[in-house]
């Protein structure tokens, strides 16, 4: 699995709350999460989430187990997110509903290309490139199939 | 009320009498060494309002048509219940209407917080138990394997019954002594968020063990598991002991104990309760701890009591005992985290205290916690809660949360200010 975007970095311990404010949960038009995504931290920052790749400080996607943040991430054009750690509801939220997550702390400037190949097991930013530790085999499944849904549907 | 009759758990669960080995809690009941990845069957599993409804649209778009009969399934109404508007009334229709007519256990508006209901006497230990919300891990308070995910995981589990873990490494948090002064299990649990950091236990399950746990009560176990997912935990487990036993009668099970055994703990942290003073989270980090005694004066907007963390009985009742025949300072707004214990606090004269010293009473669910209805804070508004999450704008924007416990809201609704409970 091969991607790639323009990086756009966030601090350290960035929860679900921020990510997707309460205030947006109850909805079923999935287009309000992509508007408000993030919107807290900096009212600006949706508009540039088209295909960005986020490059976060550690534990991106604490708190409440809401799937409407990667949703929302997802929904606002993000290709992936990097960072050094994840919270765990978040992370197989992501790689669920087919939103491709990297665990490593490489460092990259704001707005560098970022290129990464999943099952090669690489990232490449501004021409420097870094080993990351692959996904579990299910998650890489789940991944490939595009989401647990659509990894469900072909299984049944 | 709602009970659940239907579900007959299995008679011996693997935690209760499985092999005693260098394993943790968690490597017994998920039959597996940390770090290996397992597909199990859940015991049970349940979802609310929010995660319900996402969960139910991912089940119908897998192909879901019926589900089976081994797992327990639970749908409990909490979150933004009764319904705020007309969307979320519709949308929870449809989920309602979707657990009436398959085999799920619903619980409606006013029966209480999912997690507070499944710990009323359904969660046993030994149990594979998972939870569309982050603070599934309460009900590891009864020697469960207890943990959250979000809607789509959900949605498979329905389908199939299972799901995969990774089983994780544990982190011994071993308690000693026993609480003095005004301090209670809310401090402790904000004590060790603050030792561990909010991701100090990612990817890990905290085991509470030593001599310290035998002097906490089921409502105590329940609030230190409760926090785990604050440190990042995936999990916050108790060995069942003789006081779980008892609890458990209590809601007509007959259980055993589970056996310690000695294993190895990734990272072990020590902690004498009598050295826990009363603290408050500061905003926005819940690792962000203060004695109460530096913060006292700070003036508030509203006391909120409640939710998952501390809105049990015995919380509402040391809550009446500290504000019996006085008046609240500040508006102050009281959730019993279910139905029953709004219940027994009427019978037993404890919500007569807390409505005449001029607090206000929410419907049994999660009330203002996740800043939808119920007691959202305005711009530049201070809030005491004993919740247990005080993120940027949770509870309204631009409010401000401080986490504390059922003592400190007392003392801080008495003087309109945060306020030492062991000042007074």
Known sequence: ?156 | MQHYPRYTPKTDPAGATGELGMSTLSERILGATAGEYVDRKVDRAYAHDGTGVLALEAWKEMGGDRLGEETGYYIQFDHIAPANNGTTATLQHELRDFARSSFMQFSDVGCGICHQLMGEGVVLPGEIVVGADSHSVTLGAFGAFATGVGATDMAAIWLTGETWFRVPESVGIHLAGRFTGAAEAKDLALAYVAKLGMDGATYQALEFVGEGVRHLSMDERLVLSNLSVEAGAKAGLFYADDVTVRYLKEHGHEVSCQQASPCSYRQELDLDLADIVPLVAIPHRVDTVRPVDILAGLPLDQVFVGTCTNGRYSDLARFARMVRGRKVAVRTIVVPASGLVLEKAIRTGVLADIVGAGCTIGTPGCGPCLGYHMGVLGEGEVCLSTANRNFRNRMGVGGEIYLGSVATAAASALQGEIASPEAG
């Open chain 1, 1 to 156: 699995m091969q991607g790639r975007g323009t990086a756009v970095r966030l601090p350290a311990d960035i929860d679900t709350d921020l990510i997707i404010a309460g205030r947006y949960l109850r909805t079923k038009d999935r287009s309000i999460w992509a508007t408000h995504v993030l919107e807290d931290l900096d009212p600006a920052l949706a508009p540039r989430l088209k295909g960005a790749v986020i490059v976060a400080g550690k534990n991106f996607g604490c708190g409440s187990s809401r799937e409407q943040a990667a949703l929302a991430l997802r929904e606002a054009g993000v290709v992936a997110v990097i960072a050094p750690s994840f919270a765990r509801i978040f992370f197989r939220n992501a790689i669920n509903i087919g939103l491709p997550l990297i665990e490593s702390d490489l460092a990259c400037e704001e707005g560098s290309p970022v290129i990464f190949d999943l099952s090669g097991g690489w990232v490449d930013t501004g021409g420097e490139r870094h080993t990351i530790r692959p996904l579990s085999p299910r998650m890489q499944e789940i991944l490939r199939a595009g989401g647990l849904v659509e990894y469900w549907r072909a299984q049944r």
